[in-house]
């Protein structure tokens, strides 16, 4: 009986510590994780060192402040190096292994969708702060992603954007295509906006594709330049732009280029000989004096050099929401917040933040138009 008495207290003290070690809200503790993913490295470093940057210094302001329900903010940020399933693989490990409440980013679409799947399992939420194409939130056939959430508009709009800046405020009647078709942002997009353009009497004269990481962009711009076509779209990301951009110089290759937001960066101005006179599609703008105050405090935490991109203003907002999710859940609970992400509204650098229960995205959200110049970004036109 003693023996059969000590091997239950043996079992139960397992079975005790075992228990200990499986807590996996970060309210259980002293500290609230929320972790962050994005490219720290690759072709959107200079996205993701900004937007990692931004959410260090906010965690860091509100702790000043003294946190969240008394508690202190941790977060923890990967890189995802640009990558599908570097994404899946720091989702998995911030809610499995850190035990995160919540996710910030990413700034792609295609790595926001891959990520679904583990936060559906793990029940986490994620605000995604720039990624666009609309299967981010809703799948084919109406299929809500009840773990994702963002802040930023979408393809849709964005497309809708392009096609009404070219044809209407341009009054360009034809227009050019260059995309990555190994990309879900690139692809969707581009999609959308030929159907707009279209729909309001445009053609389009010439479409053209490569993949990712391609290097080499002669033929492409070749048949581009026979089109005689006087704009080209360009749902690509800045660096790839840069690089197709100095390729159709070269080629005497002199129509206007127009890019979607991933287009927006202050790496263009290194380019400036072969993108001056550029537009881009962007979320607000860059220059807005009201975003001066948020600006002076990045600088001043990371050196009067340090560029201010446009992911800085999209991961604050993202921060403004989830900080209002988890003040109105009242703990770090992961389902309480997702809750209710949708429950609250936040006044952010980027406009009023209200996110719609039917689809996740943000209510009523507009883009604008601005011309990339030799001194700067200058605005041109504001689109709904």
Not at 185 to 206: M, P, W
Request: charged letters at 20%; a negative charge.
């Amino acid at each position: 009986m003693r023996k059969i008495t000590a091997i239950l207290l043996a079992v139960l003290m397992v079975l005790s510590l075992a228990a200990c070690g499986s807590k996996t809200e970060s309210g259980d503790s002293d500290t609230i994780k929320i972790g962050w993913v994005g490219s720290l490295t690759g072709e959107q470093a200079a996205f993701g060192t900004c937007e990692s940057q931004t959410l260090k210094l906010l965690v860091k302001q509100q702790n000043e402040a003294g946190g969240i329900l008394g508690k202190q903010i941790e977060v923890i940020c990967y890189d995802t190096k640009g990558d599908a399933q570097e994404a899946v693989n720091a989702a998995k490990r911030l809610v499995a292994q850190d035990k995160v409440c919540s996710i910030i980013g990413p700034n792609a679409s295609g790595q926001a969708i891959a990520m679904q799947a583990v936060l559906n399992e793990y029940k986490v939420p994620d605000i995604a702060t720039v990624a666009t194409n609309e299967k981010v939130t809703v799948q084919e056939g109406g299929v809500l992603q009840p773990y994702n959430f963002r802040i930023c508009f979408i393809d849709p709009q964005q497309g809708n954007i392009a096609a009404s800046f070219i044809h209407d405020y341009l009054k360009m009647n034809e227009a050019a295509v260059l995309m990555n078709i190994s990309d879900d942002y690139s692809q969707g997009l581009t999609k959308i906006f030929e159907k707009s353009f279209t729909d309001k009497g445009g053609k389009i004269v010439a479409e053209e594709a490569f993949t990712g990481g391609d290097t080499e962009f002669t033929a492409q711009l070749t048949k581009i330049k026979e089109s005689g076509a006087k704009i080209i779209f360009m749902p690509n990301s800045y660096q790839e732009i840069i690089n197709i951009a100095k390729q159709a110089r070269a080629l005497g290759i002199d129509a206007t280029i127009l890019g979607g937001d991933a287009f927006a960066s202050d790496v263009l101005f290194d380019a400036i000989d072969v993108l001056d006179g550029s537009y881009v599609i962007n979320h607000l703008s860059l220059n807005d004096p009201e975003l001066e105050g948020f600006r002076q405090q990045y600088k001043d935490e990371y050196g009067q050099d340090a560029a201010v991109e446009m992911n800085a203003y999209m991961v604050y907002d993202s921060f403004l929401l989830w900080k209002a999710a988890v003040e109105k859940a009242g703990s770090a609970d992961s389902q309480a917040i997702t809750d209710a992400m949708t429950q609250v509204e936040v006044q952010g650098l980027t406009g009023n933040i209200k996110i719609s229960a039917e689809d996740h995205n943000p209510i009523g959200k507009s883009g604008c138009v601005e011309q990339v110049t030799k001194d700067g970004y200058l605005f041109i036109t504001k689109i709904s």
